[in-house]
Nanobody, 121 residues
Framework: QVQLVESGGGLVQPGESLRLSCAASGSIFSINAMGWYRQAPGKQRELVANIISSGSTNYADSVKGRFTISRDNAKNAVYLQMNSLKPEDTAVYYC???????????????WGQGTQVTVSS
């Protein structure tokens, strides 16, 4: 089983920063992509940013220029640096990876438990 453990959420004021971390554990053989999604109350879960095995990144338009995704392959970890936070960034943030375990014949997506980010004055 693959487990994802997230940390770094919290309550901040508009304009401040937060850094989310996510570490994956388990018999991971290969990771295809790692990313962050978020879900605000009453809204669907949406992609915030992802990074694929080549290192290429993709961001939601609403966070471009403010958020930066990065990864540490040695630790099977992914990070999200969030700057200039806005109230509309308030949501539960979920880490997700697409990976293959030693025993798998294909790649599967796994989710973290979510971490709350609240931006409010």
């Amino acid at each position: 089983q693959v487990q994802l453990v997230e940390s770094g959420g919290g309550l901040v004021q508009p304009g401040e920063s937060l850094r989310l971390s996510c570490a994956a554990s388990g018999s991971i053989f290969s990771i295809n992509a790692m990313g962050w999604y978020r879900q605000a109350p009453g809204k669907q879960r949406e992609l915030v940013a992802n990074i694929i095995s080549s290192g290429s990144t993709n961001y939601a338009d609403s966070v471009k220029g403010r958020f930066t995704i990065s990864r540490d392959n040695a630790k099977n970890a992914v990070y999200l640096q969030m700057n200039s936070l806005k109230p509309e960034d308030t949501a539960v943030y979920y880490c997700s990876i697409v990976c293959k375990r030693q025993s798998d014949t294909g790649y599967y997506r796994y989710w973290g438990q979510g971490t709350q980010v609240t931006v409010s004055s």
